[in-house]
């Protein structure tokens, strides 16, 4: 089993660690990653959606069973911390280590520009 994560393609990280980039080549490196991030942050927002709306159904077919209030609850915190703790995941593959890697190198690469390229 492969699991996917989003990471800042090695010639760009290279390229960026070398100052090969002139400032608007930077920027346009930016805002490539930028839209990609945006583009991805929508369809992210409508699996937060779903997985709430799996939570929330699945807790809903519970209650005609007539179990008792605790077992209840108990259910509830479990599909919220599995749904939530899946979406943290999703969250750092998605954006997370891209974030961290583009932020790092800029910062190193380019002092100056300190924190008006992150994403």
């Not at 994560?5 to 010639?11: G, M, S």
């Not at 799996?54 to 209030?69: D, E, S, T, V």
């Not at 899946?86 to 002092?111: E, H, R, S």
């Amino acid at each position: 089993m492969r699991i996917y994560y989003n990471k800042l393609n090695k010639e760009v990280k290279k390229n960026i660690k070398e100052k090969r980039y002139s400032r608007t080549e930077l920027k346009e490196v930016y805002d490539e990653l930028k839209k990609t991030q945006e583009l991805r942050s929508r369809t992210f927002r409508k699996v937060m959606v779903m997985v709430i709306a799996i939570i929330a159904a699945l807790n809903l077919m519970m209650i005609p069973a007539n179990l008792p209030l605790q077992l209840l609850l108990f259910t509830l915190s479990v599909t919220l911390v599995c749904g939530v703790g899946a979406l943290i995941v999703c969250w750092v593959l998605m954006f997370g280590i891209l974030k961290i890697q583009f932020n790092t190198v800029v910062d190193k690469a380019y002092p100056e520009n300190m924190g008006e390229y992150h994403l």
